[in-house]
């Protein structure tokens, strides 16, 4: 009996032993990550876990709140979220835009400068280590080196600069498990220290993002695959018909300094495989910018417009903020990550930017002394490959190390990188962003900037992107540059691979800020830029971009040039225009083309697609369907007419739109380059026209099969604003607008006005702007994507730029104070 | 005390427990508490002491996941569920709880080693 007690007894404690240890592995199992599934137990837990992120829609007056610091100001925020921030000094006012912005933003700003670094392995995995190498091989991590030295040096930006850094650090250090962004919890890992270079490295990833760009390798590729004749036919420096910022026949008065030019410049390259195929028009990038002198508006003052069409993500990449502190009072778009406003308005001034494309990238073949590649010829000099380690800590793998070969012009960003590129193997190359420059001091000075000459030596500090500031202010002036440091080069130099051997291939000199294309108050009374070519043949300096654009600028200096009278809801109006200049010029041919073709009629089918084609307005609006046919159409045209510039496994370009567009109006119908590879018979571009258009039927037939809500344009056309991290729940997707790129409303799917800015400067200045976003970058909040809904619909807001601090408490929700 | 009534009893002062511990302490709080309310009420059989931490576990978690909801009407659990295949945030909840509860039904039924 006591036996079996003593059995049972020793039974139920290895049990209950067991049962124990099971349960122990499981909370430390639940403590960790498993796969791709976050730490369960720290993830689920309905109070510190995901659930906290989950914010109440109401009772905004609970996120009030007082915290000690060492600076002294208060953040009033608005019914958007907007901060009003007050603050005593410029010290403390970047501070506290450096701790709101992190409030609400801090995950995206360590993504994107850990994006930048070639950083994202570290807590992404192993899939992200090829596109770390990339970064680090192209110098990203010299680059922001190279403007932190030239930061340090200017000790007021530097103050600045460790201003914002302290700010962003004192939320992380406030921050516990709990208050974490969402995406920490869910990939597990915790924000790291800010710092200036962090800073640095968001100004590289614009950077990068903006003039990290170029087609010397598939124009090389081209003009040995067609000779100089139809190379400078269908890839032509200057084409006619263009529309440049400086209106055509403005002169110049300055001698432009002069370089030589070298000879025997353009070395062969070997065709090798290219794993990232044609790099094709990057014009998905853009942007408008606008400035009406007060003679053409109704109110009599200076309206300035401005709409950056850049990636659309979630969280947006734009934070809407007003500064304020003595000698500064300002309101605009910031971007989260660098202190001040980059595009906005103070009571005097307003600016915008758009992207100049100026071709700032530039590769170089280099001939090494002998097989090991470790020593090249320079002119009469024999000089050393420089290298650089480079160590990548992969979450979860090895650590990884890398070795990037630097010669004097730039890093050899493909030599021993098996992935991609090998045409590449042995080019190094030389990009404007990888030399230090100043550009926060420039984006400060336009926050503070009173008049014309404040705007004129503010932008001198902005070397690299290269952009097209835009200005208008209360005195009534207005006035557009392309400022950046660009090289003064020969005559297509830059455009094609250049002999790195040879010094006179080399950048020689810059051209002077003061000989950039600028113009002030011209007789047209207005100013724009559109990303096209900068100024006419006449001006002095040979240049080349990489992405010109020919559309936008045209219907933009259309419309500004008829109307009088001009209204702020008339420049809204502009911002949304929808019409598709390239429907309007080449849809007439594509139809004549087609009317010629007996095999066609009599199908109820095509009548009726060509009947709503014919009814067309040519405006890409959202609920019609004769954009998708045109668009499906154009696409297949395109695509179908230089089938030639596609060959798999080589780095080639085809002629862009513009002159794709000349092509079919000017040259024969029997143009060698219409014919149709795959066919045996000799087609000329009527055929090609016919053959899209029935491919084009198919693909709608196809389309309405599977559902016939998808043919209209908005549907198929599918505007998607992402999560950084592609997550479809946290994302926006068929997006209920109009346009596409090439249209002022540049709305495509991936792509669009990621801030439309409309100011009139009268006093009080009337401003109004949109993003689509939303002030919170946390997916669990209602302010997260709120903006969407109304930026679709053409909506804007009015910005609410306080005159003084009582007004901004009067109008705020909740305050964040800080205090000594 | 009538022998009967101690389960109900040990459930509501666990539930109690755990429902404060969780929104002051660590996610694992639950399992420590479930073990101790098995020796605190000395839960007699196995399977009342598996069955005390499971229902205390799950009953806590789910409903500290509903006034989180109530509270905020947010769809965010939803998106998440999503996430995980799943098709709302109260079935992702009612699997989780779930799976807590297994844990601490454990962590109750191991309290038997302390146990004459």
Known sequence: MENADRHRGTRRRLTSGAALLVSLALMLLFNHKLGQVPPPGKFFDPVHGFMANAESSRDLASYACALPGPVQGNIYMDDRLVPHIYAKDAYSLFYLQGYVTAKYRLWQMETETRAAAGRLSEVLGPSLLSYDRLQRRLGMDSAAENALSALEKDSLMFAFVSAYTSGVNAYIQSLSYEAYPLEYKLLDYRPEPWSPLKCMYLLKYMARDLAGFDDDVPYTHVLAMIGRRDFDLLFPDRPEGIDPIIPTGTSWNFSPIQVDTAS?????????????????QHNEKGSNNWAVAPSRTADGYAILCNDPHLQLNLPSIWYEVQLDAPGIHVYGASLPGAPAVVVGFNDSIAWGETNAGRDVQDWFQMTFEDASRQTYRYGDSVLHVVKKPECFHVRGAKEFWDTVYYTLHGPMVYRDFASAMQDRADMSMQWQALYPSDEFRAIYMLNVAKNYDDYRQAITYFECPGQNFVFASHCGDIAITQQGKFPVEWKEQGKFVL?????????????????????????????????????????????????????????????????????????????????????????????????????????????????TLHAWNYFDDPDITAPTYFQIWWDTLYTTLWDEFRKPGVSLIRPDFYNTMRAMHDLPQDFAYYDILATPGKETLNDVIDTAFSCMMRIVETIRSHDPGRITWYAFKDTRIMHLLQIPVFSVSEVHNGGYRNIINASSQTHGPSWRMVVEMSSPVKA?????????????????????????????YALHFFATEAAAKDASQFVIQVNE | MNRKGIFPLALLTGIVACYIA?????????????????????????????????????????????????????????????????????????????????????ASLGAGILMK
Request: aromatic share 14%; charged share 15%.
């Open chain 1, 264 to 280: 025997d410049c353009f070395p062969a390259v070997p065709m090798r495989p290219d794993s990232s195929m044609a790099s094709q």
């Open chain 1, 499 to 611: 002999n790195g051997n040879d010094p006179l291939c080399n950048w020689q000199a810059f051209i002077p800020f003061a000989e950039n294309p600028t113009i002030k108050d011209p007789e047209r009374g207005f100013v724009s830029s559109a990303n096209q070519y900068p100024a006419d043949s006449t001006y002095p300096y040979y240049y080349y971009g990489f992405d010109f654009e020919f559309f936008r600028n045209h219907r933009i200096n259309a419309v500004l040039s008829q109307e009088n009278n001009i209204t702020i809801q008339d420049m809204e109006n502009l911002q949304q225009d929808n019409f598709n200049s390239l429907a309007s010029d080449i849809l007439p041919l594509m139809m004549q083309a087609v009317a010629a073709d007996p095999r066609i009629h009599g199908d109820p089918a095509v009548t009726a697609i060509l009947d």
């Open chain 1, 768 to 796: 109004y702007g949109i993003y689509p976003g939303g002030q919170s970058g946390n997916p669990g909040s209602r302010y997260y994507a709120d903006f969407i809904p109304d930026w679709a619909a053409g909506k804007y």
């Open chain 2, 22 to 106: 969780q929104v002051y302490l660590p996610w694992w709080i639950f399992s420590v508490l479930c073990f101790a309310i098995a020796i605190l009420w000395k839960l007699p059989s196995p399977k009342q002491r598996f069955r005390a931490g499971f229902i205390i576990t799950f009953v806590t978690w789910l409903l500290l996941f509903l006034r989180r909801k109530m509270e905020t009407q947010s769809h965010l659990d939803d998106e998440i569920a999503h996430l995980f295949h799943l098709p709302s945030g109260i079935v992702l909840y009612l699997v989780v709880s779930a799976i807590m509860g297994i844990a601490g039904g454990l």
